[in-house]
Structure formats: C-alpha cells, structure tokens
T-cell receptor, first 115, second 113 residues
Framework: KAGVTQTPRYLIKTRGQQVTLSCSPISGHRSVSWYQQTPGQGLQFLFEYFSETQRNKGNFPGRFSGRQFSNSRSEMNVSTLELGDSALYLC??????????????FGPGTRLTVL | AQSVTQLGSHVSVSEGALVLLRCNYSSSVPPYLFWYVQYPNQGLQLLLKYTSAATLVKGINGFEAEFKKSETSFHLTKPSAHMRDAAEYFCAVNRGSQGNLIFGKGTKLSVKP
C-alpha cells in the first residue's frame, strides 16, 4: 500500500506570493491533517479535513486555508507569504472512523522557503 | 487543555547504552499517547502508541514505553542504542475526540560509536 505522498517536496517563494501544497492520503483514509514544523515553534497543528469538511482547526491566521476533495486528496494554501512561513509542512492521514487512538501516517513533507 | 513536555532537547548516548527519552503529559481526560521518530529530511514515523490497553507498550526497532498515570509520564526506552537510532523523537498526545496531535518540542538523540 502506498504511503502518504506530498507534492512538491521543495518550494521557494518570495514574500507576498501565495502557494498551494498537495497531499494524497493512503488509500481508504478519509481524514487528512496538516502540520507546520519550524525550529522555533516545533510541530503545530494547522487543520484537519474529513469527508471534504474541515473538522478541526489550529491557531493560525486566515492566510492559511485548505480543502479536501471527494477522493480525499487535500490541498493547503498560504496567501501573502511571510518570511516566518518558511517551514516543513507535513500532511498526515488516518482511518475513516473518528477516535483519538487512530494512528496518523505522515508524508515526507514539503519544505517551503520564503525569501 | 492537553500538553506534552519533553525533558532534554538533546540526548547523547554511546552505542550499546540504554536510551531514555522523557515525556510528561497533561490531560484532563484519559490520554492517547504516541512516540514518533523523524530522520533527517523525512516525515514522522510512529514508534508506538498507548491506548489504555496495556501500560507497557512495545514498539518498532526495539523501543518501548511505560505509561505511568501517577507520574503523568510516558518515557521511551531502548536497552541498547544503535547508530541508526540517531534521529529526533517526538512525544504526542491526542486532543480528545477530534484527532489532531499535540506534540512535544522533540528530543534529538545522538549515538556515539
């Protein structure tokens, strides 16, 4: 079974631009979560999508948004990029049932650099 | 509110020595706890998880962790370190029924030959 895939793996943008990152979950997984990882703040939860609906959201500004498609693939978008948005963005998928004990499977991440 | 504290941002051990990585949690409800490992330029891989079935949890690569409610701890151990264990380790707690993980700051493990 293929794992979680994220594209692109690396991205360089300039301040003020916007960016879209893509995540394909493991087949059969309907929940997709996004996390931001930086050296200073560590791993922080962005949002979770389940059945095309945002089910949970972290404490990030409205410049960060996401969506999920009917095939469970997810995208996240960051508008008006700032230098502080430079980070590794990780996507994780999990089984369709709700429940706190379900393991989240992580993709390799997209490394975003904002110049 | 739930939170996780990992004591020690860097831990260095010799090959063959015991590995002990500390994690303390705060949770108002019975927690689900996880340990993940991250190798350079990679995503996170689950080592083990605690879901209240057993207090001693065995994971992959020879790692195990013991849930101690009285100490609110979930420390990760491995009897004998290998060079390939050098990585960053994250302890995480699940935020109730909503599924997202709250991570500790991570502990970078170095293994000396």
């Amino acid at each position: 079974k293929a794992g979680v895939t994220q594209t692109p793996r690396y991205l360089i943008k300039t301040r003020g631009q916007q960016v879209t990152l893509s995540c394909s979950p493991i087949s059969g997984h309907r929940s997709v979560s996004w996390y931001q990882q930086t050296p200073g703040q560590g791993l922080q939860f962005l949002f979770e999508y389940f059945s095309e609906t945002q089910r949970n959201k972290g404490n990030f500004p409205g410049r960060f948004s996401g969506r999920q498609f009917s095939n469970s693939r997810s995208e996240m978008n960051v508008s008006t990029l700032e230098l502080g948005d430079s980070a590794l963005y990780l996507c994780a998928s999990s089984l369709p049932s709700s429940g706190s004990n379900h393991e989240q499977f992580f993709g390799p991440g997209t490394r975003l650099t904002v110049l | 509110a739930q939170s996780v504290t990992q004591l020690g941002s860097h831990v260095s051990v010799s090959e063959g020595a015991l590995v002990l990585l500390r994690c303390n949690y705060s949770s108002s409800v019975p927690p689900y706890l996880f340990w993940y490992v991250q190798y350079p330029n990679q995503g996170l891989q689950l080592l083990l998880k605690y879901t209240s079935a057993a207090t001693l949890v065995k994971g992959i690569n020879g790692f195990e962790a013991e849930f101690k409610k009285s100490e609110t701890s979930f420390h990760l151990t491995k009897p004998s370190a290998h060079m390939r264990d050098a990585a960053e380790y994250f302890c995480a707690v699940n935020r109730g029924s909503q599924g997202n993980l709250i991570f500790g700051k991570g502990t970078k493990l170095s293994v000396k030959p």
